[in-house]
């Protein structure tokens, strides 16, 4: 069984992006497109964001913040989130595929 992977992660507290190497192979234009989305959102609503590959190979895309923090927009991710869903989902079904694809070895079928 396979365990997660991160992707990516933005921290509004460190003001830092960080991408996962592994993923080199991806597109340049699709490294700058997460970095803009992740960077973005943290500057919106604070904390941090973490896209992270589970077992299966879902993309998600978790929140977390440090204790304490006010500034913190607790209602705003999670509609940042959505919107993220639903302006990205051609990309974040994309980034899927291809970890499927790449890093848990199973095979296309047609139509996915």
């Known amino acids: 069984m396979s365990e997660k992977k991160v992707l990516c992660a933005s921290s509004a507290y460190e003001e830092k992006y960080y991408f996962n190497e592994e993923f080199s192979g991806l597109p340049e234009g699709i490294k700058e497109e997460l970095k803009l989305m992740c960077v973005l959102f943290t500057a919106d609503v604070g904390g941090i964001l973490t896209l992270e590959f589970d077992e299966e190979g879902k993309l998600m895309l978790l929140t977390e913040t440090d204790e304490g923090d006010l500034l913190y ?10 919107e993220i869903q639903r302006e990205k989902e051609e990309l974040l079904e994309a980034l899927e595929l291809y970890y499927r694809v790449f890093f848990l070895g199973q095979t296309v079928k047609d139509g996915e």
């Not at 927009?73 to 959505?82: A, P, Y």
């Open 73 to 82: 927009d607790e209602i705003g991710s999670v509609l940042k989130i959505k």
